[in-house]
């Protein structure tokens, strides 16, 4: 009896407080009914691609992907019990196709009988916007993190010369690790001036480690990056050529972002 007198004297007060905002905008103007967001069903298992990914690797072939130095036969990295491997003096792979924004999903394994140190132990990357020739674009730095020190604009998770990373959220050799990524394209006016800057996001292991950055050009290794017009590009994963035993990859996919 008491508990209906209270549920009872909250309905009369919140009627009372609508009658008193009768002068304010009605809720319903400010809610949109569309554009209805598409259906997407989640993955079953973390890590796995969603309904509307597109699948770069899932362990079975090379066929989205090809070797820029001998861009017309297949890819030259190793697959093999449904990984890829770095072939090391191959070149770079990247994919045959060509995006914009993107929401991007990649794991890789550091061999666990690395070897070297710094930026010569493990030392591979992922280049968005790889519109040039090799090593084009913007990288996404890969790299033993575990326990080896080198300058922190260049370590793992690291927009590479750009942007230190926000956290170490490495495993241990051996292990399989992820990134998650929001990419975002730069965008050109036509005389070839910047319009927009590229952006990204990034997470490793589940760690935010790049929080919707701002990238400042193209990458480089020395001097100061720069931007030059392009559009939609390939994703590129790099071979280093440092002599540290060569790294791994499965499991990639994106969702294009329109
Ligand atoms: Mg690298």
Sequence with gaps: MKTSFIILACIMATTATFAQDDNL???ELTEVWEPVPKLVSPAAKAGEPPSDAIILFNGKNLDEWMSPKEPTGPAKWTLSDGIITVKKGTGPIRTKR????????????????ITGSGQARGNSGIFFAATGQGDSGYEL????????KTYVNGQVGSIYKQHIPLANASRKPGEWQTYDVVWTAPRFNDDG??????????FHNGVL???????????????????????PGPILLQDHGDPSEPISYRNIWLRELK
Excluded at 141 to 148: A, C, H, K, S, W
Excluded at 193 to 202: E, F, G
Excluded at 211 to 216: C, F, G, L, T
């Design 25 to 27: 905008p009605k809720p």
């Design 98 to 113: 060509s995006f914009e924004d993107y929401q991007f999903h990649l794991e890789y394994r550091i061999p666990a009988n």
């Design 209 to 231: 480690v790049q929080n919707n950055v701002e990238i400042k050009g193209e990458t480089t290794y020395r001097g100061q990056p720069s931007y030059k017009k392009h559009g």
């Design 141 to 148: 730095q890969v790299l033993d993190g575990y326990n080896n």
């Design 193 to 202: 001036s910047l319009k927009s800057p590229a952006r990204i996001t990034v």
